[in-house]
């Protein structure tokens, strides 16, 4: 339903967060984006079964759940978007990084207010300069819930602080320069946590460099950020110091990032939690934090064997896996994305195998059904090596093995792997989310099952006159045969009832399988 008549409700966009960078936590303990309304009215307004949606022409797009609240009288409504699967009060959709509209209409689908926003900063708010009305701006002050009278608003960003050298190995000390613009202060953090303005301080984390000169004598994690009245503070850069005489022949994987987002009881992804938000399943009865699909913002480097830093961004990390989710040490997921302004991939060619791909995510994974058995990391990515370098047609993971450190914390060799999912598509061929038909053991990812059914049906009257000629136009029969003789070859006893992965373009492309989780073979 459209409707091209103004609602008689009085309702306003106030505030809104695209790029919600660690700065304020969702009810899904996710770092989601978010809108605030606000009410001009005397009285209160029940939001409950009224419309939000990304685009006016189908201004009815999510019905918001009849116990979603009241805005009260001259007061504030956050609404959060993302995260549905884990709080059906938050929309299914989130805001667009590269801005877009959003609107609001009332239980009939008649508009009662939209708002265009602009291209997304990371960690900082787009709101009215005055509750309600008027001109709108940039704050690193956001202030969901609450007026905005005491946020300081500014036009330009502060440039990231630039550090002398990168993330790096070394044996005895080392030394390095972090400039300091005229007018600037440089705070920074050695425990992962985000750095903050002095007035903002609450304990000793926070510190300030005067001069930018560091001495470095044992392993370091720094976390920079510039900071500048009449100005939005800088994005933060963030190095990583490994102590060490070792004498490592693999690349070395540095991830930082606040502590709490490990090991808090309550929202930390790598540990048991206390069961408030934890799920139960992947062999768990009790609920399990590391269950939860959370992600939360981290600086990842990569460092070469000699100790030089290759790569650096800032990613979001999640826990990855099935039933080996319980041990220590857990698999990860670090996927770009376009909260970090617009990072959405990493450039960097990670895998020698495939030197041309880009990818949006890389898996760090303990060895599965392999570590859980053999207490080892080997067969998966060795069986998906020699079936890579026979040459034949199959989609298969690439691997590197590294070293793994978390904040500073030893973890020892770990696999990088391609992602099996939607992203290898992306990696491999280019396919974006909204191009493709994927699934995962039958449970669609993205797109319909309109094609998968018909390859079914079809496989169930092969007989039929014209059944196989129709199937080779769905199906990519020559690399399916080779993903059944190789997973019947190596008897992987873990398939086919799991470890299913498929996908297509949706522009009349056919459907590939993906060798993943050979670990139990």
Request: glycine share 8%.
């Amino acid at each position: 339903m459209t409707s091209s008549f103004l609602s008689a409700i009085v309702l306003v966009f106030n505030e809104l967060m695209a790029a919600n960078v660690g700065n304020v936590m969702s009810p899904a303990c996710n770092f989601d984006s978010w809108v605030e309304i606000y009410n001009p009215n005397d009285y209160g307004i029940d939001i409950g079964g009224m419309y939000l949606s990304d685009n006016p022409i189908t201004p009815m797009l999510w019905k918001m759940p009849d116990d979603m609240g009241i805005v009260p009288a001259n007061g504030y409504k956050v609404v959060w978007l993302g995260s549905n699967d884990l709080k059906a009060n938050q929309a299914p959709f989130k805001l667009d990084c590269d801005g877009g509209i959003i609107c609001l209409s009332d239980t009939n689908g008649q508009i009662v207010t939209t708002e265009t926003y602009p291209k997304a900063m990371s960690r900082t708010a787009w709101a009215r300069k005055t509750d309600g009305t008027g001109e709108w701006g940039w704050t690193a002050d956001a202030s969901p819930g609450t007026s905005n009278t005491g946020a300081v608003f500014a036009s330009q960003r502060l440039t990231p602080p630039k550090v002398s050298i990168g993330s790096k190995l070394f044996t005895e000390s080392l030394s390095f320069q972090v400039d300091i613009p005229e007018g600037a202060r440089l705070m920074y953090t050695t425990d992962g946590s985000m750095p903050k303005a002095a007035a903002e301080q609450q304990d000793t984390v926070i510190k300030e460099s005067l001069d930018g000169q560091f001495t470095v004598t044992e392993t370091t994690n720094y976390c920079f950020r510039l900071f500048q009245e009449d100005m939005l503070p800088s994005i933060p850069v963030t190095r990583s110091f490994i102590k060490t005489d070792n004498l490592f022949t693999l690349p070395i994987i540095s991830i930082v990032g606040d502590r709490n987002y490990f090991t808090d009881p309550k929202t930390g992804i790598d540990c048991d939690g206390d069961g408030t938000n934890g799920a139960i399943g992947n062999g768990q009865t009790e609920p399990k934090n590391y269950n939860q699909p959370w992600d939360r913002p981290v600086n990842f480097s990569y460092i070469s064997p000699d100790g030089e830093m290759l790569f650096n961004q800032d990613v979001n990390i999640s826990v990855s896996g099935g039933y080996t989710r319980a041990h220590l040490f857990r698999s990860f997921k670090l996927k770009s994305n376009k909260v970090f302004d617009g990072q959405n991939r990493f450039e960097f060619p990670f895998f020698p195998q495939k030197p041309y791909i880009r990818n949006k995510t890389l898996l760090v994974r303990n060895g599965g059904n392999d570590f859980y058995n053999n207490n080892a990391r080997f067969v998966d990515p060795a069986l998906n090596t020699i079936i890579q370098r026979s040459g034949i047609d199959l989609d298969v993971q690439s691997y590197v093995p590294v070293i793994e450190y978390i904040n500073g914390e030893l973890r020892g060799v770990l696999n990088l792997r391609e992602p099996s999912n939607d992203k290898f598509a992306y990696a491999n061929w280019g396919y974006d989310d909204e191009e493709l038909d994927d699934f995962e053991n039958f449970t669609m990812k993205n797109g319909t099952d309109e094609v998968i059914n018909r390859i079914i049906e079809l496989a169930a009257a092969i007989n039929r006159e014209g059944a196989y000629d129709e199937l080779k136009t769905l199906l990519d029969i020559d690399e399916f045969t080779n993903y059944m003789a190789s997973n019947i070859y190596i008897f992987n006893d873990d398939w086919p009832y799991n470890n299913i992965k498929a996908y297509r373009s949706r522009n009349n492309g056919r459907y590939r399988f993906v060798s993943c989780d050979l670990d139990h073979a």
